[in-house]
């Protein structure tokens, strides 16, 4: 079973900021929290992880509450172009092999 | 970042059939994983390849009905044997990048598109 639970959909406006909530409360220490979208038809594309402390990149920003059982990714400025099935997923360590496994993720449509 | 090709991009086969799906990665790479996406739903995976060892399976697939080969590190392929109906779906390559700036990150490839008549 996926340790990820994530709101099936969202909608948001173009032009305002996306943001999409994670739950994973059983996350253990050394797991890192991934997030990846795929557009349909495509495969998933990696967009951002964390351990604890919040990141940022040109794509967006993840944060993680302090005890760790829950994050947020946030698309600053959404476009059309980010319409798309986001998943949140966790993986072992920074170690090779460690395996990432997929919930449900959110569908987000973007919206003009 | 680790640019992946996958060969067929789709395919419609007759159940009973097999078809060898084929993944090419632009550089050399540790790890190679399998992914299954049926229709209407999320990512699961079939099993992880290293160069030169067994592949790993996850629970519910079996090397009979999946078996991998990985001759080197740029190279895998997934074998889908004795189709059904049932394994019609997107079939998914990921590699893990361990290099620079994308160091832990896995990338995928743009999936495979099966349909068992």
């Known amino acids: 079973d996926a340790k990820t639970t994530q709101p ?44 604890k402390n919040n990141e940022t990149n040109e794509m ?53 | 970042s680790a640019v992946i090709s996958q060969k067929p991009s789709r395919d419609i ?11 090419q990665v632009d550089s050399q790479v540790t790890m190679m994983f399998w992914y299954r996406q049926q229709p209407g739903q999320s990512l699961t995976l079939i099993a992880t ?11 519910g697939f079996v090397i009979d009905k999946f078996p991998i080969s990985r001759p080197n590190l740029t190279f895998s392929t997934l074998t889908v044997s004795n189709m059904s109906p049932e394994d019609s779906s997107i079939y998914l390559c990921s590699v893990e990048d361990l290099s620079g700036r994308h160091y832990n990150e896995q990338f995928f490839g743009p999936g495979t598109r099966l349909t068992v008549l």
Request: one cysteine or more; a negative charge; hydrophobic letters at 30%.
């Open chain 1, 8 to 51: 099936t959909s969202m909608d948001c406006a173009e032009g305002r900021a996306a943001n999409l909530p994670c739950n994973h409360s059983t996350i253990s220490g050394n797991e890192y929290v991934y997030w990846y979208r795929q557009i349909h038809s495509q495969g998933p594309q990696y967009i951002i992880h964390g351990l």
């Open chain 1, 60 to 112: 967006a920003s993840l944060i993680i509450t302090e005890d760790r059982k829950s994050s947020t990714l946030i698309l600053p400025h959404a476009t059309l172009r980010d319409t798309a099935v986001y998943y949140c997923t966790l993986k072992i360590g920074e170690t090779s092999g460690s395996r990432l496994t997929f919930g449900e993720g959110t569908q987000l449509t973007v919206n003009p």
């Open chain 2, 13 to 23: 086969c007759q159940r009973g059939t097999s078809l060898t799906i084929q993944c």
């Open chain 2, 49 to 59: 390849a290293n160069q030169g060892s067994e592949a790993t399976y996850e629970s």
